[in-house]
C-alpha cells in the first residue's frame, strides 16, 4: 500500500498510518483492529531508525507529561500491574482527545456533562457494553485530578455504573467432581503435565488469580516452613500454606520438566529460551484444552482462570466455611467482595427464607 500511495517508510507518521489504515478493506467481525496496527508499526519504525518521531506541538507535550505523571501514581502508589496501567492510560488518553482534541488541557473546566458524553459516546461503539473497566478506570483518573489540585471537583463521584444484568454477577464455578476431572487431565499430558498440574493446582487449592501464579519466583517457596509467599495485587505481599499435593506437583515439575537456568520465575515456557510468561492467557489455553479433552462444560462461553477461584469459594461456603475464612483465603480487602459468595449458599439461604403467606394471599 506505501507503493501504491508513494510513501517511503521514512516518511510514515503514527497520524498518516492510521489514516491509511482506515482506508483498507475490513469486516465487522475481524479481529485484528487495523488503525492500531499500523500505530504499533510505525512505532516499531521509530524504535529502529527506520522514520523520525514527530515534533510535539505544545498540547501534545502537555498531554505526554500528564500522562506520564499520572503512570507514575498508578505504579507507586496504586500498585497496578503494567498491564493495567496500559488499559488505564489508554481510557484517560481517549477522555482527554474527546474533550479537548488538539487543544491545550483546561481540567478547571470538566464536568459532568463531559463525562457523561464521553461515556455515551463510548458505549454507543458496543451494544451492549458490559465492560465495567471503563468506569473504574475513569474513576481513577479524576480521583488523581482531584487528589493533584487539577480539577475543583472530584467527578469520580458522578462516573455512572455500566449496567450488568443481577445474574450475571453470580461467580461462575464448577463442581468439586468437575475441578477434580480437569486437573487429572491437565497432568496426563506428556510434553508440559507437570507444570500445566502445578499451576493449575495453585489456583484450585489455594485460589490464586492467574497473574500470581505467573509472578511466582522459585525463592518465593519456602519448602522448609511449607509456605509460598503469594505477590497479589496492589503491589501486596502474603504468604500462604502449601497443601502436600500443591507441594507435590511443584516439585515433580522442577524434577521433571524444568530446565532454565535463565530466570528465577518458577513457571516458564516449555520452548527454548524457556522464558517467563509475557502474559497468564496461558492458563485460559489450558483450561480450554482440558475441557475439550474431557467433555466438561465451562460455565460461561468465555473460559477465564478466575473459574478455580470461583469454584474453591463456593465449595468452602457451601461446605460451611465463614465468609471471614474464605476471604482470608482470597486474600480480599474489602469483605463486601466476599460477601458474593454468600448467595451461591443454596442451603444457608432456604434455611432462613420465610415461608409464603399463603393465608393471607388467599383472603
Not at 464536568?111 to 471503563?134: G, N, Q
Not at 460451611?320 to 443454596?346: Q, V
Request: aromatic content about 6%.
Amino acid at each position: 500500500m506505501l507503493e501504491a500511495e508513494g510513501i517511503a517508510p521514512s516518511a510514515l507518521t503514527p497520524d498518516l498510518a492510521v489514516e491509511l489504515g482506515c482506508g483498507l478493506p475490513t469486516t465487522p467481525k475481524s479481529q485484528i483492529k487495523i488503525p492500531n496496527l499500523a500505530r504499533l508499526f510505525v512505532a516499531h519504525l521509530i524504535e529502529i531508525g527506520v522514520a523520525t518521531r514527530p515534533a510535539l506541538t505544545p498540547a501534545k507535550a502537555e498531554r505526554q507529561q500528564l500522562l506520564a505523571n499520572f503512570e507514575s501514581y498508578l505504579l507507586g502508589q496504586r500498585g497496578l500491574s503494567p498491564r493495567s496501567v496500559d488499559h488505564v492510560l489508554g481510557f484517560a488518553a481517549r477522555f482527554l482527545d474527546h474533550r479537548f482534541g488538539d487543544q491545550l488541557l483546561d481540567l478547571t473546566v470538566l464536568s459532568a456533562r463531559d463525562v457523561v458524553a464521553f461515556m455515551e459516546h463510548v458505549i454507543a461503539r458496543k451494544t451492549p457494553y458490559r465492560d465495567k473497566t471503563l468506569s473504574t478506570h475513569l474513576r481513577s483518573l479524576f480521583q488523581y485530578l482531584f487528589a493533584q489540585g487539577l480539577t475543583t471537583t472530584n467527578l469520580s463521584l458522578c462516573v455512572p455504573r455500566v449496567r450488568k444484568p443481577w445474574g450475571a454477577r453470580l461467580p461462575r464455578y464448577l463442581s468439586p467432581d468437575e475441578v477434580e476431572t480437569v486437573l487429572a487431565s491437565v497432568g496426563t499430558n506428556p510434553r508440559r503435565g507437570a507444570r500445566d498440574h502445578a499451576m493449575l493446582l495453585l489456583m484450585a487449592r489455594l485460589g490464586l488469580r492467574a497473574p500470581e501464579v505467573m509472578a511466582i519466583q522459585l525463592d518465593d517457596v519456602d519448602w522448609r516452613s511449607g509456605e509460598l509467599l503469594v505477590r497479589g495485587k496492589g503491589q501486596r505481599h502474603d504468604r500462604l500454606p502449601i497443601p502436600s499435593d500443591v507441594g507435590e506437583a511443584i516439585s515433580r515439575y522442577l524434577r521433571e520438566e524444568r530446565t532454565s537456568t535463565t530466570t528465577r520465575t518458577l513457571f516458564v515456557t516449555h520452548r527454548a529460551p524457556n522464558r517467563p510468561f509475557k502474559d497468564s492467557q496461558i492458563i485460559n489455553m489450558i483450561l480450554r484444552e482440558a475441557f475439550a479433552a474431557t467433555g466438561v462444560k465451562p460455565p460461561t462461553p468465555y473460559v477465564g482462570s478466575h473459574v478455580l477461584r470461583h469454584s474453591l469459594a463456593t465449595h468452602m461456603v457451601r461446605s460451611g466455611a465463614s465468609l471471614e475464612e474464605i476471604g482470608d483465603l482470597l486474600r480480599h480487602r474489602s469483605r463486601a467482595t466476599t460477601m458474593i459468595y454468600a448467595k451461591l449458599d443454596t442451603d444457608g439461604l432456604r434455611s432462613i427464607a420465610q415461608p409464603w403467606p399463603v393465608v393471607e394471599a388467599a383472603r
